[in-house]
């Protein structure tokens, strides 16, 4: 899948699928809602959620680039859903359901270590915020956590690796500016 548009389009129609499958009702905004790629209610709770889409064609080592909107101020009930599409159609993709917190919080983390990361060579990297790519190590936490759908985003534990709670508190890296998280890390962190 060459064009980046029906890489987008497959995982957007694949997320709607996989949300119907587990009593969801899903639309697409078709460009109508700024950072949200699909609407949907829970038809049990009647829970409502925004979700953006970042899909990543089947080539190589698999990462995705969230984008500078990863730090805009998030809501409740805002997500990520990274999906990692498969050639092999008899294989379903791997879709890892993220709070837009972790998604700002693990972005800036991820980045800004590579970025000032004691081996690197200086003035070799200046890559920007915007265009950090996030491998799917950072996101395995949350691989087909639908169910944290269910729940506040703010109130769901951090799946993210313990290697980048560690960073968050270097000088060097830090948290994003303005993140509920730079007073105090959260306490329930059970990433791998």
């Known amino acids: 899948m060459a064009d980046r548009r029906l890489t987008g389009a497959s995982g957007e129609h694949y997320v709607c ?3 119907a ?15 949200t790629d699909i609407l949907a209610v829970s038809t049990v709770s009647r829970r409502m959620v925004e979700l953006q889409v ?27 859903v990274f999906i990692a599409l498969t050639r092999d159609l008899t294989h379903a993709p791997t879709c890892y359901i993220v709070p837009r917190f972790h998604v700002a919080a693990a972005t800036w983390i991820v980045h800004c270590n590579w970025l000032t990361h004691p081996d690197a060579q200086p003035g070799t990297r200046n890559t920007k915020l915007a265009q950090a790519r996030i491998t799917a190590e950072v996101w395995s ?6 169910d944290l759908l269910e729940h506040s985003a703010t109130s769901v534990p951090v799946l993210l690796p313990h290697w980048v709670r560690k960073r968050a508190g270097e000088p060097r890296v830090g948290l994003p500016p303005g993140h509920p998280w730079a007073s105090a890390l959260p306490p329930d962190w059970e990433g791998p």
């Open 54 to 80: 970042k899909a990543a064609a089947p080539a190589g080592k698999v990462s995705w680039m969230p984008g500078a909107k990863a730090f805009t101020p998030a809501f409740d009930h805002e997500w990520y």
């Open 17 to 19: 699928y996989a949300l």
């Open 141 to 146: 936490g949350y691989e087909g956590r639908w």
């Open 21 to 35: 499958r587990q009593g969801w009702v899903a639309t697409l905004t078709r460009e109508g809602l700024e950072r």
